[in-house]
């Protein structure tokens, strides 16, 4: 994404760090340059605004779920690892698992029209 004007911050740069920015994690320094980025490109100023939306309808929507201790304590040892790892020099590895839940539903559940139904279970 950019406007297309020259920038003294790439848009990938300010896009690469504006969880760190909407997270208030960043030092003040380039802080300051993602705001001047935002004054001159819109559309990363808008990237920006949906972001911070999307985060805040977050927080409303699970803000008063408390985060289980195991989980909390697991993602705080991986990140204490990573970091570890980063001073050390050691290549970083992500592994991620995904869960798939699948419905399913009698065909002629799944067919409204009776005679369809009685169609597709004869075969023609």
């Known amino acids: 994404m950019s406007c297309g004007d ?13 969880y760190e920015f909407l997270d208030n994690e960043m030092a003040e ?5 993602l705001r001047v980025h935002f004054e ?6 808008k990237q920006y605004g949906l972001e911070q939306a999307i985060k805040a309808l977050i927080k409303r ?15 705080l040892a991986r990140i204490d690892s990573i970091r570890a790892g ?16 699948v419905h399913t539903e009698p065909a002629a559940e799944r067919v409204a029209d009776p005679d369809r139904a009685a169609q597709a279970a004869a075969g023609t």
């Open 86 to 101: 980063q001073r050390t020099g050691e290549a970083l590895v992500v592994s991620v698992e995904t869960a798939i839940e």
């Open 61 to 75: 929507s699970c803000g008063c779920d408390d985060t289980p201790a195991d989980l909390r304590g697991k993602v």
């Open 40 to 45: 001159e490109c819109s559309p990363c100023l």
């Open 29 to 33: 320094g380039d802080c300051d340059k």
């Open 6 to 18: 020259p920038h003294d911050t790439e848009c990938g740069e300010v896009l690469d760090h504006l």
